[in-house]
């Protein structure tokens, strides 16, 4: 009903607006049959994978989590809308507003889901975005075809943030500041995820990027991202804290199209990664016995993704990542917060094939997952020992109706 009434609301407005300005509708409908070979950790009903759940065993010593499942679900049908705008400050003014099905919690799955909402003022080689998109550390230009919605998470960065991005190109480069913000991808603190713990901070999330552009199918960029935290404004023995934790992040991507493939390929090196739906955190290193004030260190994560794609009607790819637990700079004395903190290492091999006809696509994939689980040894600064692997096997069936 909501999406209905917003299409309803977009097409009366489109035949009231001024003939300079057009509103564009586009967007899919897909439903992803998928079959799991073990309990995941995931979200909506399993259908956005990250990796295989660990061992746990019932009184016969038989894993719980062995249990292979299915499900059918089609929520990540889709609606866009452009928006071309008139002249405004002597640039080229448009929109763009994005909803799924997805929504914003398992107990809200089926409900509408806002992914992006910006407004985009462009100069020719300088343009400004002010709105909700992608993390800057999820390159638009570069990033898994996957079929599976994870889009290659918890390998490539994957979150949408409302954020000022600024951008202005010189012959071949391009440079992209941006200061952004936490919405439905947040960090990891004493209160679980939330974006109070950047709020605190007064500080933005804040990254640059340098690119390398040869045309839509060549380019290489590298980044930087900084991101100051304040897990706790009041401490367990009741005293006022401000104490924060401030993290850098680098990366490195490029995209190479040498004929007939196409290959893409990011790595990242970073601290405090949970929001992006990626490994690590941060943990407590040391507690002041009389006041409760925690000081905190940032665990690292080094991840990489790969993939190459052949063809076009017939679409054959393969996507490869791996991601590292590095620990901490310091002994750990006190709580972890982050995602699944006690693995030590992932990786995931994924083929697929993909069948374009007209406006319609058939794909199938096989994603194939393992998670090494171990315990966090503090005195080695919080790094992973005595791990043991478990794996995943998904099979995944999507059929596409483009609009």
Do not use: C
Not at 145 to 171: C, E, M, W, Y
Not at 291 to 302: A, F, H, M, N, P
Request: no cysteine; charged share 20%.
């Amino acid at each position: 009903m909501k999406a209905l009434l917003l299409i309803i609301i977009s097409i009366s407005i489109t035949k009231i607006i001024p003939q300079d300005v057009g509103i564009s509708l586009s967007g899919f409908v897909k439903t992803d049959i998928i079959f799991d070979s073990r309990q995941t950790v995931s979200l909506r009903e399993g259908h956005f994978l990250l990796y295989p759940q660990p061992e746990k065993l019932d009184l016969n010593n038989n894993d719980v989590n062995a249990k292979a499942n299915f499900n059918i679900l089609s929520i990540q049908t889709r609606l866009s809308g452009k928006i071309k705008g008139p002249k405004a400050f002597e640039s080229e003014s448009s929109g763009y507003i994005e909803a799924e099905f997805f929504g914003t919690s398992d107990g809200d799955i089926n409900g509408l889901r806002l992914r992006h909402a910006f407004v985009k003022f462009d100069w020719g080689k300088t343009f400004l975005l002010v709105g909700q998109t992608w993390h800057p550390l999820f390159i638009d230009e570069v990033f898994p075809g996957v079929v599976s919605f994870n889009t290659g998470a918890p390998f490539q960065p994957f979150s949408r943030n409302p954020q000022i991005r600024l951008s202005h190109k010189f012959d071949n480069f391009r440079l992209i500041l941006t200061a952004a913000s936490q919405r439905d991808f947040t960090s990891s603190g004493p209160e679980g995820f939330s974006s109070s713990y950047l709020r605190n901070s007064l500080i933005p999330i804040l990254n640059a990027n340098i690119q390398f552009v040869k045309d839509v199918n060549n380019l290489f960029g590298v980044g930087v991202d900084y991101k100051k935290i304040i897990p706790r404004i009041v401490t367990s023995k009741n005293f006022v804290t401000d104490i924060s934790i401030s993290t850098l992040s680098i990366t490195g991507y490029v995209k190479l199209n040498p004929k007939p493939f196409l290959l893409k390929s990011q790595v990242v090196y970073g601290y405090n990664l949970s929001d992006l739906m990626m490994l690590g955190g941060y943990a407590v290193r040391s507690i002041n016995q009389t006041d409760g004030k925690e000081e905190y260190t940032g665990i690292k994560v080094l991840s990489f993704w790969g993939e190459i794609i052949y063809g076009k009607e017939i679409e054959y790819g393969l996507f490869i990542g791996y991601s590292k637990n590095l620990g901490a700079d310091d002994i750990i004395s006190g709580a972890y917060y982050g995602r699944s903190t006690n693995i030590d290492k992932i990786y995931r091999i994924s083929p697929r094939v993909q069948y374009n006809s007209g406006n319609s696509r058939i794909s199938t994939e096989l994603e194939y997952t393992s998670a090494y689980y171990g315990i966090n040894d503090n005195l080695n600064k919080g790094k992973v020992i005595n791990s043991k692997s478990f794996n995943n096997l998904r099979f995944l069936v999507a059929v596409y109706q483009f609009f």
